[in-house]
């Protein structure tokens, strides 16, 4: 065997997709859980961004003084 080709185990995220997506759901449904998972990455991801925007010490007058920046 190839160990290229071996994958790891799913991560707890995919195993709980695959638990979701193995019934079958109505279209309508399944659009609204990919705008949940969305909302969640988006949420998260922002969270992150702000908590460095505050550890770095940003302020909007810094951003202005990056050159190119109007």
Same mark, same amino acid.
């Given at each position: 065997?190839?160990? *290229? *080709?071996?994958? =790891?185990?799913? *991560?707890?995220?995919? +195993?709980? !997709?695959?638990?979701?997506? *193995? +019934? %079958?759901? =109505? %279209?309508?449904?399944? +659009?609204? !859980?990919?705008?949940?998972?969305?909302?969640? !990455? !988006?949420?998260?991801?922002?969270?992150k961004a702000? +908590?460095?925007?505050?550890?770095?010490?940003?302020? %909007?007058?810094?951003?202005?003084?990056?050159?190119?920046?109007?």
């Amino acid at each position: 065997m190839n160990i *290229s *080709s071996v994958h =790891p185990p799913l *991560s707890n995220v995919q +195993a709980e !997709l695959l638990k979701v997506f *193995s +019934a %079958d759901i =109505p %279209d309508e449904h399944l +659009a609204e !859980l990919k705008n949940i998972i969305a909302r969640f !990455l !988006l949420d998260t991801t922002r969270d992150k961004a702000d +908590a460095v925007w505050v550890e770095k010490g940003y302020t %909007d007058e810094k951003l202005q003084q990056i050159p190119g920046k109007k």
